[in-house]
């Protein structure tokens, strides 16, 4: 069959990817009703991996580059992603051996890789902007490092105008994409999603028992990856300055992995909360609904690197879809959607006094604290559900793709108005 192909670039395999963007596997599935073919690469599936299994759609067909990626080994997740960009010319050249392929989506973040792309095939390129990395990796450390970024954000942005498309994940993200010079049809915003039907409120005291948590303490609880970025020095610092008669009934459960685990947990131990601060490690991802259902409050932490302004994390997105209410940095794109009062509570993180507010708040008003879970829930289910943001995804880089050459998408059906 002669119909349009796109093709879909990410480190991870699919059952890794839909673990960060949960509505790509219902953006290929929709993407291959509407009559296009996906061609996938990505970095090979790890043979004895404990996953759910994912079942490919009809129409997509995997590429598997002949190395694995372990998202749960910093060094590892460090050293294939830069191999993934040195790997560029082998992947523009599978583009290129398939002339249906009209368009290429990038749904990884890793900079400047859609740009070579994009000057070794000539095909369109959509890149999925889902954070910052220069910023992440440069920004705010240093004088020097400041500099650096400097420049290569510079590159970095020739790269953003050079390309077809960018989605990015939020309204904070889109601002600045537009403030730097990129021309507003070619920017989407498209939201982090999450799977509210494997995320929902269940009723479960097994991983409370577990950890000997007792049911009048008040378990907060952080998940993801664990590195500087995420501002959980900062974290351990407020929950340290605590009055003792809140520390006593609060305890931190933080689950995960990364380079900066050692460095917390002698902080912890020197902040002087042993007894308050439960480190679980990594966690599957088919288990983390069972564990955000036994926490009360959800902590999506964040640092102040001006990055992480652009983002609205998975986690607290999973938070909300478990009924869960969020105590959360007052970044930009958080700020946006976390409305005190109503599905959460947002915080200076430099104010320890405040955070001490908004934990006595949370504890105390438990009947308001189950409210803004369940505005949470609805406002997932609404906003952000993966099925939501796949249709948008679609609807968006179909009208990206088919921007300056109409006329060879005439015969396909769509939800497009495409003369």
Sequence with gaps: MNKPKLCVLHRYPITQAIETNPSLYDFLKIMTTNGFGIRFVSFSEEKNAQRTHVEIPPGVE?????????????????LKSVLFLFLTPFIARVVRQDER???VYCDDSLPFYGYLVKKLTNRRVI?????????????????????????LHRIEVHTWKAVDGLATISRPFEDYVRRSGVTPDRILTIPESVDTQEFHPIDTVEVRVKFGIPSDCVLLMFHGVIEPLKGLDILLDNLSKL????????????IGNGGSIGDLRKRASDLGLDDEVIWVGWVPFKMMPQFINACDVGVPMRSANF??????????????????????????AISAIVHDGE????????????????????????????????????????????????????LGVTRLLSAEKQT???????DLSIS
Excluded at 307 to 330: D, E, I, S
């Design 62 to 78: 995997i590429v598997a580059l002949p190395f694995t990626l372990r998202r749960n080994r910093p060094l590892d997740k460090y």
């Design 101 to 103: 392929i009209l368009g």
């Design 127 to 151: 890149l999925r902007l889902g954070d910052l990395q220069t910023g992440y990796m440069l920004s705010g450390r240093s004088a020097a490092y400041d500099a650096v970024f400097k420049l």
């Design 243 to 254: 009055d003792s008669s809140l520390l006593n009934k609060v305890k931190l459960m933080i």
């Design 307 to 332: 990055a992480n302004n652009f983002v609205v994390t998975l986690g607290l997105l999973q938070y909300w879809a478990c009924g869960k209410p969020v105590l959360a940095p007052r970044l930009k």
């Design 343 to 394: 599905n959460g509570e947002t915080y200076d993180p430099r104010k320890p006094s405040e955070f001490s507010e908004k934990i006595r708040l949370l504890m105390t008003e438990r009947t308001s604290r189950l409210d803004e879970g369940r505005e949470g829930r609805r406002l997932v289910c609404e906003a952000f559900d993966k099925s939501v943001v796949a249709q948008a995804l679609y």
């Design 408 to 414: 060879s998408w005439t015969h396909f059906d769509s």
